[in-house]
T-cell receptor, first 116, second 113 residues
Framework: NAGVTQTPKFQVLKTGQSMTLQCAQD?????MSWYRQDPGMGLRLIHY???????DQGEVPNGYNVSRSTTEDFPLRLLSAAPSQTSVYFC???????????????FGPGTRLTVL | DAKTTQPTSMDCAEGRAANLPCNHS???????VYWYRQIHSQGPQYIIH???NNETNEMASLIITEDRKSSTLILPHATLRDTAVYYC??????????????FGSGTRLLVRP
């Protein structure tokens, strides 16, 4: 298993540009989520999904869109990039979201985004 | 939602036990305590979790107080590779049974040679 993969690893955008951060997992996990981490800070939840076709907002959803058309993929779209979105973005997945005690989340390696 | 409080930083000598405390005084009865760590900007890595009883795995031990208001992560023989930021997280449950992890600022552990 490749686990959770993210592309690209690095990206530089100009203000106003749009782009999609890709996230994929091959563990047949139901639950996927996106976090952002600003320098010296903890992770903040952007959006999450409990299964294909179902998404919901996290703590900091503004400026981002998500969709979940398949179990494996959970792309994050920046609609109009702003310097405040400069951050490291992590995707995570877990087996379930049904209340089990073993919903351990597995994280990808991250995408480092700079918006000029 | 229950919040956690951790010291900003700690250090310990290589080979000694590292004891990382966490306060979660507002934890509710069905919320689990999770520990993750993040090594040098990599993706966070799961360490251990528990509800009421103490837990041990190949990485660490988790001691939860009887009133569940605090816990301690123990790395029994810290190595230089354990230098990382350690996050204590209370897993929140939403009405639709979905779960999310709320990360705080964590404890930066430095293991000294």
């Amino acid at each position: 298993n490749a686990g959770v993969t993210q592309t690209p690893k690095f990206q530089v955008l100009k203000t106003g540009q749009s782009m999609t951060l890709q996230c994929a997992q091959d563990m047949n996990h139901e639950y996927m989520s996106w976090y952002r981490q600003d320098p010296g800070m903890g992770l903040r939840l952007i959006h999450y999904s409990v299964g294909a076709g179902i998404t919901d907002q996290g703590e900091v959803p503004n400026g981002y869109n998500v969709s979940r058309s398949t179990t494996e993929d959970f792309p994050l779209r920046l609609l109009s990039a702003a310097p405040s979105q400069t951050s490291v973005y992590f995707c995570a997945s877990s087996y379930g979201s049904s209340g089990g005690a073993t919903d351990t989340q597995y994280f990808g390696p991250g995408t480092r985004l700079t918006v000029l | 939602d229950a919040k956690t409080t951790q010291p900003t930083s700690m250090d310990c000598a290589e080979g000694r036990a590292a004891n990382l405390p966490c306060n979660h005084s507002t934890i509710s009865g069905n919320e689990y305590v999770y520990w993750y760590r993040q090594i040098h900007s990599q993706g966070p890595q799961y360490i251990i979790h528990g509800l009421k009883n103490n837990e041990t795995n190949e990485m660490a031990s988790l001691i939860i107080t009887e009133d569940r208001k605090s816990s301690t992560l123990i790395l029994p023989h810290a190595t230089l590779r354990d230098t990382a930021v350690y996050y204590c997280i209370v897993r929140h449950r939403r009405m639709d049974s979905s779960y999310k992890l709320i990360f705080g600022s964590g404890t930066r552990l430095l293991v000294r040679p």
